[in-house]
């Protein structure tokens, strides 16, 4: 079987090397002998990546289970530790900070020296002996880590980094300062000179004609507007709507005698003083019915003309299909109709606005701007919290976010309108001279000139966001604690790199270094949102989700026994909504938004949660203030999927848009009109925008999953399991499988004392509880049936969710009783002092040893596990 009729065979290669490399297996074993299990690190940024560290170094810890005729394994490679049983990594946003962290310390050669005998073997001792180290120190350039033990460095690096967005303080805060000030005047730029182009040729227009810009809507309503509204009830049909539209009818015959005896009696009529009111609006009248006609006879005729193969030609041409062409063609009017009439009303006011500042010398405007972009930018991260107060949630949170983004817009265009009028009338009292008239032409010509360059400067789209910053910024704190260039050089090098503050080109990795080199390290899939909001081809079910799941995995698949890859093709691997896809990047522009991204950028986009697009919870009003504050942390990313049946990617962007590539882009961005395969390139986001557990894709049958291990690590602090519910929803949609809660593991003898069913979740825990994990099972519906609920599970899903509980260390306590909002605060703090980032850990490391135990103890609530689950 090929890959392309198994998209997985390929990572049940990489699981089967890993096996053979840890000794999991025998060489000459032909199948496993057992299944696979996976491990998902959910969404929560820095507060999910802390306790999911405590959860790891707990599972490095713990011994793995073995059955009762099935020695344990005595290689040093694993050391029997339960971490060493998960074949598959699945992360989002930030369990992937610190699954990314993990994997990379699988590679050989990364942390310590390349060991020529055995790199794969080394790599993972050194890994699990990492996650074991304990306790924790700190980063000292005093220290030789190559002398130590190999987990003292990582820790402490880990540690250091709690504040990874302004690690080193004062000094790292000027620098975010000027680079989002930077690239919010460059947005704006880029968005303004379209905007200046615009306002500009409408003053011109003003100044040479000496008429009121309020002429343009009123002609856009006559002339389109209200003919399209006419000309819906010129096609009567005979019989039923399925018939061809015809002209001949009784409607459109005697709109023809209406419209030329309004000409007739309305150009008399305006030949005579007392009745010239009447005649110019029988001759506006006229005007609507005579375009009526014309746009009537012209939508016939294009339909009985249409001979798209794609759509049936009798479907096509009815008089049905016409009345749905009108209508849309009528809102299109309406919409050109109001933009003329903001653009009159902006010009007109900017005017009046221009003499008031000109007389009193007031900055108001660009003060009022400025606050209110720092306005927004507080206020938009409330977005991401699910518990918002009983008053907020009465709101309608998406008017009032379009109504402050209209605002918002609007005071934008007005300073460029403003600029127009200083320049026209030279900062001078406001006339029409011919002078300004000249000014006016020259700053035309200069801001189209500009906008044709800067349009085909589409890398602008990236660049101008957070995601570079913020991608690096990750990268140095997580992925440097993998980097054993930090630590174990000598002395001098120790001094420059052992500093936060200083970066390391290789800390990051490209994909080719991540997944094609030879490592025991899990399959590691990353997961990404692709927004779509604009797609009539699955209009449905995208006005909900607005995204599908992207999943990044390795693409090589090494021989058996060998430690090389078997091919050396691409070393990534793209599945959209599970359907696997080849890329085509022989074709488009000279660009950096065309370059691989990196292990760190892939982990930004997957982190990706403030931003414009938002996946299911993407709205006009969102994208547009949140653009316009330029709070942009995901990516535009030309996929360039290959379709079944097709040699070679296909330009889907359509002339002239390609030469106003930026600008397009930008307004598809701000206007949330985000159209997947549609355009040449897609908007990614955050995981978690689709699904933030990271469980959904290990439920996918051809991975053969057995048993998941969730953090389920979402801010959830009345533990409404809202991530959960999502997750249950798209397995039953999407995948047919029903999750279940498992009701035996509530009555269990030892079992019932950590796990808790969903209801008592979300009771306050006593003082002396130990409840903190969840046990579901996975039930596949059959075709048409029922799932089988009295069935055995093909899969179950251990869920841990951080929580207090009875025998937590006291600084764990007594940081818990200073912040009641300790274990979900929000996620909006991305900056863990070194008693957040302890606490956090802690609380997962206790939560895992008290699932898990610990390498010598004997642990009952353990073994009654494994006994359980089988």
């Known amino acids: 079987m090929t890959s392309d009729e198994n998209p997985y065979q390929i990572e049940q290669q990489r699981i089967r090397f890993r096996r053979l490399s840890l000794h999991l297996e025998a060489p000459g074993q032909t199948r496993s002998s057992r299944g696979h299990w996976g491990l998902a690190l959910s969404g929560g940024g820095i507060r999910s990546a802390t306790f999911c560290l405590g959860v790891l170094q707990a599972m490095a810890r713990a011994p793995a289970p073995t059955a009762p005729a099935e020695p344990p394994p005595t290689d040093a490679a694993t050391d029997n530790s339960l971490l060493s049983r998960f074949d598959y990594l699945s992360t989002v946003s930030g369990g992937g900070y610190i699954g990314s962290f993990f994997s990379s310390l699988f590679l050989p050669g990364r942390l310590r020296d390349l060991d020529p005998q055995d790199p794969v073997g080394q790599a993972a001792r050194d890994a699990y002996q990492a996650l074991r180290f304990e306790p924790p120190g700190r980063i000292s350039t005093g220290v030789d880590y190559a002398q130590q033990p190999v987990g003292q460095g990582p820790g402490a690096w880990l540690r250091e980094n709690g504040r990874y967005l302004t690690p080193t303080g004062s000094g790292d805060m000027l620098y975010a300062l000027a680079m989002t000030w930077r690239n919010w005047l460059s947005l704006h730029v880029m968005i303004g000179l379209p905007i200046l182009l615009m306002l500009s040729l409408l003053t011109l227009f003003q100044v040479l004609s000496h008429a009121s810009l309020l002429l343009w809507p009123l002609m856009a309503t006559l002339l389109f507007a209200l003919p399209c509204a006419v000309a819906y009830w010129l096609v009567i049909p ?366 930004g986009v997957s982190g990706a949660a403030f931003s414009t697009g938002l996946g299911r919870a993407n709205s006009l009003g969102m994208s547009l203030i949140l653009g316009l504050a330029n709070v942009r942390l995901g990516i535009w990313w030309p996929s360039h999927f290959v379709d079944p049946g097709q040699s070679g990617w296909v330009p889907r962007d359509l002339k002239p848009w390609t030469y106003f590539s930026t600008q397009a882009y930008l307004f598809y961005e701000l206007s949330s009109r985000f159209h997947g395969h549609r355009r040449d390139y897609q908007y990614l986001s955050d995981g978690g925008h689709f699904e933030n557990t990271a469980t959904y894709e290990l439920l996918r049958e051809g991975r053969q999953v057995e048993l998941i291990v969730t953090c389920d690590c979402g801010c959830d602090p009345d533990y409404q399991f809202d991530d959960l519910a999502n997750l249950v929803r798209l397995a039953r949609i999407d995948q047919a499988l029903e999750i279940r809660e498992d009701p035996g593991v509530l009555e269990h003898p030892q079992l019932k004392a950590v796990f808790a069913s969903l209801e008592q979740f979300r009771q306050p825990a006593s003082a002396d509880s130990q409840k903190c994990a969840l046990l579901l099972n996975v039930y596949a519906h059959a075709p048409g049936t029922q799932a089988d609920l009295a069935a055995t599970p093909h899969c179950r899903i251990l869920v841990l969710k951080p929580r207090l509980i009875a025998g937590l260390t006291p600084d764990v306590v007594n940081y818990a009783r200073a912040n009641p909002g300790f274990p979900n605060q929000s996620t909006v703090d991305q900056f863990f002092d070194e008693a957040q980032f302890e606490s956090y850990r802690q609380l997962g490391l206790n939560i895992g040893q008290r699932l898990f135990g610990q390498a010598g103890q004997s642990n009952e609530i353990a073994e009654a596990l494994w006994r359980y689950l089988g």
């Open 238 to 603: 005979r019989g039923d709507l399925d018939q061809p539209p015809s002209l001949g009818n009784a409607a459109f015959r005697i709109m023809l005698g209406i419209v030329a005896g309004l000409w007739v009696g309305g150009a008399l009529a305006y030949g005579m003083a007392q009745w010239q009111a009447l005649g110019s609006l029988s001759l506006a009248a006229a005007l609507v019915g005579t375009n009526a006609l014309l746009i009537t006879r012209q939508l016939t005729r294009r339909l009985a003309d249409n001979r798209d193969p794609t759509k049936d030609s009798v479907c096509n041409n009815c008089v049905r299909n016409y009345r749905v062409q009108i209508t849309r063609a009528l809102g299109r009017a309406m919409v050109a109709t109001a933009a003329l009439g903001f653009l009159a009303l902006l010009v007109s006011s900017a005017e009046a606005l221009y003499r008031y500042l000109l007389d009193y010398q007031a900055l108001g405007t660009p003060l009022l701007l400025a606050l209110l972009v720092w306005l927004i930018r507080r206020l938009v991260l409330l977005k991401d919290e699910k518990p918002l107060p009983e008053w907020m949630r009465k709101l309608p949170l998406d008017v009032l976010a379009l109504v402050a983004g209209g605002l918002l817009l609007t005071l934008l265009c007005l300073c460029w309108a403003l600029l127009v009028q200083w320049i026209a009338h030279d900062g001078g009292a406001v006339s029409n001279s011919p002078a300004a008239a000249w000014r006016l032409l020259a700053v035309s010509l200069l801001a189209a000139l500009l906008v044709c360059i800067s349009g085909r400067f589409i890398g602008f789209l990236n660049t101008s966001s957070l995601q570079a910053f913020y991608s690096a910024r990750l990268s140095r704190a997580y992925l440097g604690a993998s980097n054993g260039r930090r630590f174990n050089g000598p002395p001098q090098q120790r001094r420059t790199y052992l500093s936060v503050a200083e970066p390391m080109s290789n800390d990051d990795l490209s994909l080719q270094q991540y997944y094609a080199t030879p490592s025991a390290g899990p399959v590691h899939l990353i997961n990404v949102t692709m927004n779509l909001t604009v797609d009539p081809a699955e209009q449905l079910v995208q006005r909900d989700r607005k995204g599908k799941p992207l999943c990044i995995a390795p693409n090589w698949a090494p021989a058996v026994g060998s430690a090389t890859p078997a091919n050396q093709g691409p070393a990534e691997r793209y599945s959209l909504d599970g359907k696997p896809y080849r890329r085509d990047l022989s074709q488009g522009p000279d660009s950096e938004i065309m370059g691989a991204l990196t292990l760190g950028q892939w982990i």
